[in-house]
């Protein structure tokens, strides 16, 4: 069972710097966006292939009375325009928990809370520069599953983010 268990271990690290020999497959950074109150979300980008990655980002929301919690995970596929600039788009979902508290005067102190999922679309633009640093604009349309949060289930959210590339 040792044996085995340290083959894995072998394994694994070997797959990891196979991988690390191809460049600048990860980035992390922030993401910061508006959706119904500026927010800003934690962005990790992993490349699959020379042009689709997976992007997990977790994030939190206020506004005047709102505050949400969300982890999203996107399927992206990725095309180059030319030079360091690339475009792309993708599908994904996640999930959240979100809180309502209205602390107004006499009777219209509220306070509710609740979890949500949803399912999303991906379009954006990028730039990669020589440095390892990339600088990208998008736009994310997300459609709610839950009864209460987001109004009519529906909350475009169009960020700017910010990553390192490593």
């Known amino acids: 069972m040792k044996k085995l268990f340290l083959s894995a271990i072998m394994l694994a690290g070997l797959a990891f710097s196979a991988h690390a020999q191809d460049g600048n497959r990860n980035a992390l950074g922030l993401r910061f966006g508006d959706n ?3 927010g800003a979300e934690v962005s990790y980008q992993r490349d699959l292939s020379s042009n689709n990655r997976l992007e997990l980002d977790l994030g939190w929301r206020n506004s005047n009375n709102y505050d949400a919690v969300k982890l999203a995970a996107l399927y992206q596929w990725v095309w180059n325009i030319e030079g360091g600039f690339d475009w792309y788009a993708g599908v994904g979902g996640g999930v ?3 809180g309502y508290d209205n602390d107004g005067p006499g009777p ?6 609740g979890a949500f999922g949803f399912i999303a679309g991906d ?3 990028e730039y990669n520069f020589d440095i390892p640093l990339q600088v990208a604009l998008d736009f994310r349309p997300e459609l709610y599953f839950s009864d ?3 109004g009519d289930n529906f909350g475009p959210d169009l960020a700017l983010a910010i990553r390192y590339k490593f």
Do not use: C, R, T
């Open 96 to 98: 959240g928990s979100w």
């Open 148 to 150: 209460d949060y987001g």
């Open 36 to 38: 119904d109150g500026f």
């Open 123 to 125: 379009i954006g633009i």
């Open 108 to 113: 219209y102190h509220d306070k509710d809370s």
